[in-house]
């Protein structure tokens, strides 16, 4: 009996030690994409591609991920809980307004955030996984529908903190 109740407090502190280290990362800084020779250009007006376009200022606390980037239509700024709850974000699209609502989660040492919106009753899903690398480059991996409402597609965007 002792042995099973050591082998499950030994269980426990393992799994509480995976947890508290997956929700240990920090995406916290400023970063600056990296620019890839081999990937195509952006589409003009596109702030880059999906991801953070070409850059963007995270801050991090315990319950909250903030994102906020400079795009060519002004400041974005969005929040993300951390806890699994619904996030709610005002989008600004050629003066139209778009509620999106996201739900973080951790995935091992990846932050999975989906996003959900309705823009003129159109549905559309879109994940993004931010991690970091073995360098410490923050890798964001983002997945939405395809252009023309084709076979979703996946970019795969890699920053520095500068």
Avoid: H
């Avoid at 850059?55 to 060519?72: E, P, S, W």
């Avoid at 360098?135 to 529908?145: D, I, K, N, Y």
Wanted: net charge positive; aromatic share 4%.
């Amino acid at each position: 009996m002792r042995k099973a109740a050591v082998f499950m407090g030994a269980i426990a502190l393992i799994m509480g030690a995976t947890t508290a280290s997956a929700q240990g990362k920090n995406f916290a800084g400023t970063w600056t994409v990296v620019a890839d020779p081999a990937a195509p250009a952006p589409a003009p007006g596109r702030g880059g591609g999906r991801g953070l376009g070409q850059g963007a200022t995270i801050a991090q606390d315990a319950k909250t991920l903030t994102v906020t980037r400079t795009t060519q239509n002004g400041e974005i700024k969005q929040v993300y809980n951390l806890d699994g709850s619904d996030s709610k974000n005002t989008l600004t699209m050629g003066g139209n307004s778009v509620e999106q609502v996201s739900k973080a989660k951790w995935e091992g040492d990846k932050l999975v955030i989906t996003t959900t919106m309705n823009f003129n009753g159109n549905a559309s899903e879109s994940t993004m996984a931010l991690s970091l690398d073995a360098s410490g480059q923050l890798v964001v991996e983002s997945t939405g529908a395809g252009r023309g409402g084709g076979p979703p597609t996946t970019t795969k965007m890699t920053y520095k903190k500068s």
